[in-house]
C-alpha cells in the first residue's frame, strides 16, 4: 500500500510533464503508421542506424515510399514492405511522420 | 491482502487533485482500468500505447521480472558480442514518461467473471479490460528426461536471462573438439528462425575459438524460417562445422539423460560438450490456467481485436496467442500491442474496432557481419491474419557482402527501434 501512495504524485508530475505531449487518436491512419515504429522508433525518432523520418518533409517520404514500392530505389527490406500499401496508404503514412513532433 | 480499487485510487486522486490541478488531474488516469500481464513486446509495448492514444486511461502493468532481458539479441550474448546489459530493458520509462502503474509481481489468477486478476504478492487488481502478454512456457518432459532440473544441465536459453550465461559459460568451458548439439522443436514456436541465428553465430564463435569443433542441429523439422539463406552462408562460412540433420533423417531428439550428458534420436545416440534443447513450447503458463489456451496450448483470439474467444474483456498477444500468419516474435508482439490497444480504447467506448494493420520485419545473423531478414504486412482476410499478397518475404539469395553488412548493421538499428519503441 505504501508504494501506491505515491502514485498521485507521480500522476501529478505525469501530467504536468505530457501536458504539451499531444496524444495520438487511434485512428486507421495512426496505426497503421505506428506499425513503422518498430523499426523507425515512435513517431520515427530512430535512435539507431534505421532511417530517421524527423525533420524529413511529406513530399519527401511520399517520394521515397513510392520510390521503393516501384522498386526505382534501391532497398534491403522496405521494397518487399512498401509493397503491401496502395499509393494513398503510403501517402497518408508519409503525411503522419511528416506531422509528428520534431 | 492489498485490494487496489477503483474507489480506492480515485479517492487518493481526488485527495491530490484537490490541492492545485483539478483541471490537469482529471484527465490523468481516472478514465477505464485496463491492466497488463507481462512485460515482455507485447504487454510494455501495449501499456506505452494505451496511454500515448488515450492518455485518461487507468494503465496497470504487472511483471514478475524487476527488468525485462529480451530474447533477440541474447543469441550474441551466447557468443559474447554483447554483455547481459545490452539485452536489459527496465519499466521505469512507460511511469515517467506515459504514467504507467507497473507492479513487480506475479499473477497467480485471472477471473474473467469478476474481472479481477490476484498476484503472488496479495495483490488484487480489479480490471475493465484485461491484456494477457504471457510468452511462452515450455512442455516439460515432451522431450523424454527433459525438464526443469534437466534445462539446468542442457540449457534452452529460449528464455533469457540465466539460461543464456549458462549457454555462455558451457561454450567457453567446452573443449576445442567438442561437439555442440542444438534441437529446434516443432511449429510453432518462439521466433522461428531464432535456433538457426544461434547455430550460425555459435559456428562463427567456433571458427574463431575452437576451430576443430563441430555443431550438429538436431531438427523436429523439415524445413525452417529462412533456410534457404541459412544454407547458403553455412556452405559459404561453416561448411566444415555445421550439419543439419532434418525431422526425415531422423534427426529429432526423442530422449536426453541430462546427468549422463546424453541426447538420443530414435536411431543415435550423442554425448556433446554442450547441449542446447529447445523443447516444444506454449502459452505462458497464467494463459493456460485462466482457460485462455485451447488444446495446442496456444490461445485462440479475434484476429482484428485480439480478444480471447474463450473469455470476454481479456486480449491475448503476442507469442501466446494464435495469430495466424504472423509468426511468434518480438516485432510480432509489439505490432499486435499497438493494434490491440487501440481496439480496446474503441470497445471502451462503444465503438467499432478498426480492421487490423499490423508488420513482421526481423533480422538474423547468420555471422557477426552477415544480416538476413524477413519481412511481412498483415491484414484480416477471411477471418484469419494473412500476408498482404504481393509483398513481403526474404532477403535475396546470392547477395554480395555489401547487402549482407547492410542487413547486420540494420539488425543492430532494429533492435535499438524496436526496444525503444516498445519500454521508451
Known amino acids: 500500500m505504501r508504494g ?13 510533464a505530457a501536458a504539451p505531449m499531444a496524444a495520438s487518436a487511434a485512428d486507421a491512419v495512426t496505426v497503421m503508421a505506428d506499425s513503422c515504429a518498430g523499426c523507425h522508433g515512435t513517431d520515427g525518432h530512430s535512435i539507431g542506424g534505421m532511417p530517421a523520418f524527423s525533420g524529413k518533409k511529406a513530399d519527401e517520404l511520399k517520394k521515397v515510399l513510392h520510390d521503393f514500392k516501384s522498386g526505382a530505389r534501391e532497398a534491403t527490406v522496405m521494397d518487399r514492405i512498401a509493397k503491401a500499401y496502395s ?13 509528428r513532433k520534431k | 491482502m492489498t485490494n487496489i480499487s477503483r ?84 519499466f521505469d520509462k512507460l511511469t515517467s514518461m506515459y504514467g504507467v502503474k507497473v507492479f513487480t509481481d506475479t499473477v497467480i489468477a485471472i477471473d474473467p467473471a469478476t474481472k479481477v486478476v490476484k498476484t503472488a504478492g496479495g495483490k488484487t487488481f480489479e480490471y475493465d479490460r484485461l491484456i494477457v502478454s504471457p510468452g511462452i512456457d515450455f512442455k516439460w518432459n515432451a522431450i523424454e528426461g527433459y525438464d526443469a532440473a534437466a534445462a539446468e544441465i542442457m540449457p534452452h536459453a529460449w528464455k533469457a536471462g540465466p539460461q543464456t550465461m549458462l549457454l555462455k559459460k558451457q561454450l567457453e568451458a567446452m573443449p576445442n573438439g567438442g561437439l555442440v548439439v542444438i534441437a529446434p522443436p516443432g511449429n510453432p514456436f518462439r521466433c522461428p528462425p531464432g535456433p538457426y541465428e544461434r547455430a550460425s553465430l555459435i559456428a562463427s564463435y567456433l571458427k574463431r575459438n575452437k576451430p576443430k569443433s563441430k555443431l550438429l542441429i538436431l531438427d523436429a523439422k523439415d524445413a525452417f524460417a529462412k533456410d534457404k539463406l541459412f544454407k547458403e552462408g553455412w556452405e559459404k562460412m561453416y561448411d566444415d562445422i555445421i550439419e543439419w540433420v532434418p525431422a526425415a533423417k531422423n534427426g529429432k531428439v526423442s530422449k536426453v539423460n541430462a546427468k549422463d550428458g546424453t541426447v538420443e534420436t530414435d536411431f543415435e545416440k550423442f554425448k556433446p560438450a554442450v547441449a542446447n ?10 494463459a493456460i490456467s485462466a482457460g485462455l489456451a485451447d488444446k495446442s496450448g496456444f490461445c485462440p483470439v479475434d484476429p482484428n481485436t485480439f480478444e480471447s474467444t474463450l473469455a470476454k474483456n481479456v486480449h491475448v498477444i503476442g507469442d501466446a496467442a494464435i495469430a495466424g500468419d504472423m509468426p511468434k516474435s518480438g516485432y510480432s508482439a509489439s505490432s499486435q500491442a499497438k493494434v490491440c490497444a487501440a481496439a480496446i480504447i474503441a470497445l471502451l467506448k462503444g465503438e467499432k474496432p478498426l480492421p487490423l494493420s ?6 538474423s545473423l547468420v555471422a557477426p557481419d552477415y544480416g538476413i531478414s524477413v519481412a511481412a504486412v498483415f491484414q484480416v482476410k477471411d477471418g484469419k491474419i494473412a500476408s498482404v499478397p504481393g509483398s513481403g518475404g526474404v532477403s535475396p539469395l546470392g547477395a554480395n557482402y555489401q547487402f549482407r553488412k547492410k542487413e547486420a548493421d540494420f539488425a543492430a538499428g532494429w533492435y535499438q527501434s524496436i526496444c525503444q519503441d516498445s519500454w521508451a
Do not use: W
Not at chain 1, 499509393?87 to 506531422?99: G, H, K, R
Not at chain 2, 484527465?27 to 501499456?47: I, L, M, Q
Open chain 2, 277 to 286: 534443447i529447445i523443447p516444444p513450447q506454449s502459452a505462458g503458463q497464467i
Open chain 2, 358 to 363: 499490423a508488420i513482421n520485419t526481423c533480422y
Open chain 1, 87 to 99: 499509393v494513398e496508404q503510403l501517402d497518408a503514412i508519409a503525411d503522419y511522420f511528416a506531422s
Open chain 1, 4 to 16: 501506491f501512495l505515491t502514485t498521485p504524485g507521480l500522476c501529478l508530475a505525469f501530467a504536468l
Open chain 2, 7 to 90: 474507489r480506492t485510487f480515485n479517492g487518493l486522486l481526488g485527495a491530490a487533485g484537490a490541492l492545485t490541478l483539478a483541471g490537469g488531474l482529471s484527465a490523468c488516469s481516472s478514465g477505464p482500468r485496463v491492466v497488463v500481464v507481462g512485460g515482455g513486446f507485447g504487454g510494455a509495448t501495449a501499456a506505452k500505447y494505451l496511454k500515448r492514444y488515450d492518455p485518461t486511461l487507468d494503465v496497470t502493468l504487472i511483471e514478475a521480472a524487476p527488468t525485462h532481458f529480451t530474447c533477440p539479441f541474447s543469441n550474441t550474448v551466447v557468443v559474447g558480442m554483447n554483455d547481459m546489459s545490452y539485452i536489459e530493458r527496465k
